[in-house]
């Protein structure tokens, strides 16, 4: 003979009056919310607060005579036809265009050399590729700022050595290109290790059938490995088209070296600074801030769910 047991219910014992009942299940309630009410607090404190007051902060505007003044989208309408914005926006949009899939391509070429067992130190070459990821931004533009000078770097030893200004990556020309190279060599190392850590979650069943099935190292990078990939690619591009958005250091540290090169809006995460810290314009450095924030969002979420459609496919 079997027994079941059931769930005390006010219908089914009548001992239970549907009062007590309810308040159990507001206690539970109320215990949920205490749970993730330290986060709630500190998301509310870092996220929350400065969003509001930057939007605050847009729909006024600091007038000589009067103080801070509502202006509603006055701010906003100047901006659609600043040319500086749009001159920073087009930059870094070819930035994204161009880097990010170079970045992404170097790093699942490096995780796929290091996930096969035909390279010899696979460790050696994980540990050397993430390292420039472990190096400080500041410390990275540094470097590399060195090596670019044409009057003192390495390029100067090179226009030395070939007897004219050949190599200049500092040049108004090439200084996108510069600043991309700088990033795809800080964050490959990142990436690799995100689409590395994926493929050693792969079954080794899978290997194992490919391998009877006569596939070669190509098929099983296109039926096995790409689609296993999926989910970390979508990650690793939200993070870099934010990331290219975001682009503030590289131009900011370089810009000494170079002032005729790279402006105060090179950038509008740069143009957004420059006019909080040094032209006193927080009103429409705010403005700056909520149209890129908006930018960003829309574009990353547009990937994300593209990504997941390809994801059900």
Same mark, same amino acid.
Do not use: C
């Given at each position: 003979?079997?027994?079941?047991?059931?769930?005390?219910?006010?219908?089914?014992?009548?001992?239970?009056?549907?009062?007590?009942?309810?308040?159990?299940?507001?206690?539970?309630?109320?215990?949920?919310?205490?749970?993730?009410?330290p986060?709630?607090?500190?998301?509310?404190?870092?996220?929350?607060?400065?969003?509001?007051?930057?939007?605050?902060?847009?729909?006024?505007?600091?007038?000589?005579?009067?103080?801070?003044?509502?202006?509603g989208?006055?701010?906003?309408?100047?901006?659609?036809?600043?040319?500086?914005? &749009?001159?920073?926006?087009?930059?870094?949009?070819? $930035?994204?265009?161009?880097?990010?899939?170079?970045?992404?391509?170097?790093?699942?070429?490096a995780?796929?050399?290091?996930d096969?067992?035909?390279?010899?130190?696979?460790?050696?070459?994980?540990?050397?590729?993430?390292?420039?990821?472990?190096?400080?931004?500041?410390?990275?533009?540094?470097?590399w700022? $060195?090596?670019?000078?044409d009057?003192?770097?390495?390029?100067?030893?090179?226009?030395?050595?070939?007897?004219?200004?050949?190599?200049?990556?500092?040049?108004?020309?090439?200084?996108?290109?510069?600043?991309?190279?700088?990033?795809? &060599?800080e964050?490959?190392?990142?990436?690799?290790?995100?689409?590395?850590?994926?493929?050693?979650?792969?079954?080794?069943?899978?290997?194992?059938?490919?391998?009877?099935?006569?596939?070669?190292?190509?098929?099983?990078?296109?039926?096995?490995?790409?689609?296993?990939?999926?989910?970390?690619?979508?990650?690793?591009?939200?993070?870099?088209?934010?990331?290219?958005?975001?682009?503030?250091?590289?131009?900011?540290?370089?810009?000494?070296?170079?002032?005729?090169?790279?402006?105060?809006?090179?950038?509008?995460?740069?143009?957004?600074?420059?006019?909080? $810290?040094?032209?006193?314009?927080?009103?429409?450095?705010?403005?700056?801030?909520?149209?890129?924030?908006?930018?960003?969002?829309?574009?990353?979420?547009?990937?994300?769910?593209?990504?997941?459609?390809?994801?059900?496919?």
């Amino acid at each position: 003979m079997t027994t079941t047991s059931t769930v005390p219910d006010a219908r089914a014992n009548p001992e239970v009056p549907p009062v007590k009942l309810e308040v159990r299940r507001q206690r539970r309630n109320w215990q949920g919310w205490a749970f993730v009410a330290p986060f709630m607090a500190v998301f509310a404190l870092v996220f929350i607060a400065p969003l509001a007051f930057a939007i605050y902060l847009s729909l006024y505007r600091r007038q000589m005579i009067g103080g801070n003044t509502f202006v509603g989208l006055e701010n906003y309408s100047q901006l659609l036809s600043d040319a500086s914005f &749009w001159s920073g926006l087009s930059r870094v949009l070819l $930035f994204l265009v161009i880097q990010v899939p170079i970045m992404l391509i170097l790093a699942l070429a490096a995780a796929f050399a290091i996930d096969s067992a035909r390279l010899h130190a696979a460790s050696f070459f994980r540990l050397m590729i993430f390292l420039p990821y472990a190096v400080p931004a500041v410390v990275a533009v540094l470097m590399w700022g $060195f090596i670019y000078g044409d009057e003192f770097g390495l390029a100067a030893n090179l226009n030395d050595f070939l007897g004219s200004k050949v190599v200049t990556p500092l040049s108004q020309k090439w200084i996108l290109a510069s600043i991309g190279n700088i990033v795809t &060599w800080e964050f490959v190392g990142y990436n690799m290790l995100l689409f590395y850590s994926t493929l050693t979650t792969i079954p080794g069943d899978l290997f194992e059938a490919a391998e009877l099935d006569g596939a070669g190292a190509f098929r099983v990078i296109r039926s096995i490995k790409l689609p296993a990939l999926r989910g970390s690619l979508v990650i690793a591009t939200i993070f870099s088209i934010i990331g290219s958005f975001q682009l503030f250091n590289e131009p900011n540290i370089l810009r000494p070296l170079i002032k005729n090169v790279i402006t105060s809006d090179y950038t509008p995460n740069m143009y957004a600074y420059n006019l909080a $810290f040094a032209g006193q314009q927080h009103n429409y450095s705010a403005t700056v801030a909520i149209v890129m924030g908006v930018i960003t969002a829309v574009i990353a979420y547009v990937v994300q769910l593209r990504g997941s459609r390809m994801e059900e496919r």
